[in-house]
């Protein structure tokens, strides 16, 4: 039971490239979702997929694509990386649905990305 | 709007001392879910506690507990007898029951010494 996985653990992009960071979890999750973390500012999201066949944005989506490609994936595309998307990318995912407070999120152990 | 403000910085602890973390939300809602969660220099988030607002009692989990004060909207975090291995930033969450996402503050570091 690896919990939630996360592919690469590290990347170096130059600006205008593209590429997807994978994310995968076997806790038979429905909710999952992509973060960035930024120095002195926390975790904040990008976007996430409460249910299967199912994405919105989150505060910060702008530059960003996802696919909930089945319940167990969901991945990140970056379409032309910028500078300003030198982060540290987190997946996370959840058990139950939307309108539930008690709803644990389990991370992935990060993508740590540099675009030049 | 929903918010947590963790205005902590940094902290220092002595090993073996107990140590509480700050953390302050903002929102509308009447149910809603605290969380904290540790990220230690290896980078990765574990979870550490949860307190749903209509809980009647403050959270507890190991030697980590949670002082909910709800009327003046604060869940800080009480670490008892610090271990060097709790060095580490800790994070503040908030999730409402009108949305779907998880909303965390800045984070505090904590540094425990021998």
């Known amino acids: 039971n690896a919990g939630v996985t996360q592919t690469p653990k590290f990347q170096v992009l130059k600006t205008g490239q593209s590429m997807t960071l994978q994310c995968a979890q076997d806790m038979n999750h429905n909710s999952m979702y992509w973060y960035r973390q930024d120095p002195g500012m926390g975790l904040r999201l990008i976007y996430y997929?409460?249910?299967?066949?199912?994405?919105d944005k989150g505060e910060v989506p702008n530059g960003y694509n996802v696919s909930r490609l089945n319940k167990r994936e969901f991945s990140l595309r970056l379409e032309s990386a910028a500078p300003s998307q030198t982060s540290v990318y987190f997946c996370?995912?959840?058990?139950?649905?939307?309108?539930?407070?008690?709803?644990?999120?389990?991370f992935g152990p990060g993508t740590r990305l540099t675009v030049l | 709007a929903q918010k947590i403000t963790q205005t902590q910085p940094g902290m220092f602890v002595q090993e073996k001392e107990a140590v509480t973390l700050d953390c302050t939300y903002d929102t509308s809602d009447q149910s809603y879910g605290l969380f904290w969660y540790k990220q230690p220099s290896s980078g990765e988030m574990i979870f550490l506690i949860y307190q749903g607002s209509y809980d009647e009692q403050n959270a507890t989990e190991g030697r980590y507990s949670l002082n909910f004060q709800k009327a003046r909207k604060s869940a800080n975090l009480v670490i008892s007898a610090s271990q060097l291995g709790d060095s580490a930033m800790y994070f503040c969450a908030m999730r409402t029951y009108n949305t779907d996402k998880l909303i965390f503050g800045t984070g505090t570091r904590l540094q425990v010494f021998p």
């Open positions: 997929s409460a249910s299967e066949g199912t994405t």
């Open positions: 996370a995912s959840s058990e139950l649905n939307s309108g539930a407070t008690r709803d644990t999120q389990y």
